[in-house]
């Protein structure tokens, strides 16, 4: 089974770019038909599907957060990550990456945006 680790800052000033990745180990995020999300859970509330990249690179987002969203990978670090631009204090969230295919998830790493 894969296992999910995320990493970046934790504290993000607001109009600011988040950044986050999530290094893959026990699997390839090449494998075919697998498909990588990133989730994220603001404080007091559900949570919230953001986007996904599949095993081809192919992406798609929330509505939502389309216009500020990127999810890029790097396959020789078996790795993706997660851009989110134009933050505000809204954005500060738990943000996990997880494997669609095994549903196995990160342990998630917080993310506040404040100045």
């Known amino acids: 089974q894969v296992q999910l680790q995320e990493s970046g800052p934790g504290l993000v000033k607001p109009s600011q770019t988040l950044s986050l990745t999530c290094t893959v180990s026990?699997?390839?995020?090449?494998?075919?038909?697998?498909?990588w999300s990133w989730i994220r859970q603001p404080p007091g509330k559900g949570l919230e599907w953001m986007g996904v990249?599949?095993?081809?690179?192919?992406?798609y987002y929330s509505p939502s957060l389309k216009s500020r969203i990127s999810i890029y990978r790097d396959t020789s670090k078996n790795q993706f990550s997660l851009q989110l631009s134009s933050v505000t204090p809204e954005d500060t969230a738990v943000y996990y990456c997880?494997?669609?295919?095994?549903?196995?998830w990160g342990q998630g790493t917080q993310v506040t945006v404040s100045s």
């Open positions: 026990g699997g390839s995020i090449t494998t075919s038909y697998y498909a």
């Open positions: 990249i599949a095993y081809d690179g192919s992406t």
């Open positions: 997880a494997s669609d295919a095994e549903g196995s």
